[in-house]
């Protein structure tokens, strides 16, 4: 029989009851956006990352404390091996004797049409694709190299699939901003909802993040000349704030942690492939549940469950000051997307 530590819900000191993780498994990438990561990156060691088994193991224990949502990420999660074998032993979870509510994935597409179907059949229903412009010479350039179509064709087998996708576009400053407006209209028309998001000052890209900031506000105040947004009052478990655009039909996000903090509602923490649990994004303190686990068991991975909860800090604290060096060292392929 399970103990009452083992089942007892994660809450933070102020209140906020844990229920999203965000999973990564690996840091790797097939594209090198200018967001996320150095051209040359340093990619970690095979024998650095939790094992499948072991982010399998952890994530049950979350989900038997009250996780209700698990999105996998990276890095491009879909480029580790076996990684789809893992997604399908959690998609066991799903339902109400299982515990979880929703399994989903954060994915650049480009792996899409060789594991589509089997993310649908293991239960996945939704899906983040990012995608940041439709012009396939910037889009070569902020991924330094990657190619649009393989994208496109990924999006095309997860809607072949039956996944509904919604795509995540950074904003960035004299890089996409004009191409926005054209991107939503796009997708909207493909059935797609679009989320936009504020560059964050997370990990070193080689780019002071004052060049690439680019505020929501001013964003909207030109699709605003444009569309007419209406504010809904629904939420997928996350940061975003969403609305209608009544022209195209389709849905808008904008999550905006640094024009508008929606930090006093986080229910989220996440996990990096090397088992460091981040319970701030915009934090650098973390708890090792690698260690934990490998060293004391099950037992270990609850007290610092425990731990890591307990010390979840109240708000993030990004800059994105001219010269201001990452609010966190780490990268956010390294984080998890």
């Avoid at 990276?74 to 979870?93: F, H, K, S, Y």
């Avoid at 260690?291 to 004391?296: P, T, Y």
Wanted: proline share 4%; glycine share 10%.
């Amino acid at each position: 029989m399970t103990s009452t530590a083992e089942t007892k819900p994660l809450i933070d000191s102020f209140g906020r009851r844990i229920r999203y993780l965000r999973l990564s498994v690996t840091d790797r990438c097939d594209l090198r956006c200018v967001y996320c990561m150095k051209a040359q990156p340093d990619f970690l060691r095979k024998s650095e990352l939790l094992s499948l088994e072991e982010l399998e193991q952890v994530a049950g224990a979350f989900i038997d404390r009250g996780v209700t949502k698990i999105r996998i990420t990276g890095g491009e999660p879909l480029v580790r091996r076996d990684v789809v074998t893992l997604i399908e032993r959690l998609g066991t979870r799903l339902g109400q004797d299982g515990g979880l509510d929703e399994l989903t994935l954060t994915t650049n597409a480009t792996q899409l049409p060789r594991f589509a179907d089997r993310l649908y059949q293991a239960g996945m229903r939704r899906i983040n694709v990012s995608l940041d412009t439709l012009d396939p010479e910037r889009f070569r350039r902020l991924t330094r190299g990657g190619k649009l179509d393989d994208t496109l064709a990924g999006l095309k087998a997860a809607s072949a699939a039956g996944l509904k996708v919604k795509l995540n576009a950074v904003a960035m400053k004299d890089e996409n901003e004009d191409d926005l407006p054209d991107l939503i209209a796009w997708a909207h028309d493909q059935g797609h909802d679009v989320t936009l998001i504020e560059v964050m000052p997370i990990g070193d890209v080689g780019l002071d993040r004052a060049i690439q900031f680019l505020p929501l506000t001013a964003v909207r105040e030109r699709l605003e000349q444009r569309w007419t947004l209406t504010p809904l009052a629904e939420t997928t478990g996350g940061p975003a704030r969403y609305h209608r655009i009544e022209e195209t039909g389709g849905k808008l996000g904008l999550i905006t942690p640094l024009t508008g903090n929606f930090c006093a509602g986080c229910n989220r923490v996440r996990l990096t492939c090397t088992g460091q649990l981040h319970a701030c994004l915009g934090q650098e303190g973390s708890v090792d549940l690698r260690g934990a686990l490998r060293e004391h068991g099950m037992s270990g991975l609850q007290a610092a469950l425990d731990q890591a909860v307990a010390d979840k800090p109240e708000a993030h604290d990004f800059d994105v000051r001219p010269g201001a060096a990452p609010s966190v060292t780490r990268s956010m392929a390294t984080t998890g997307g």
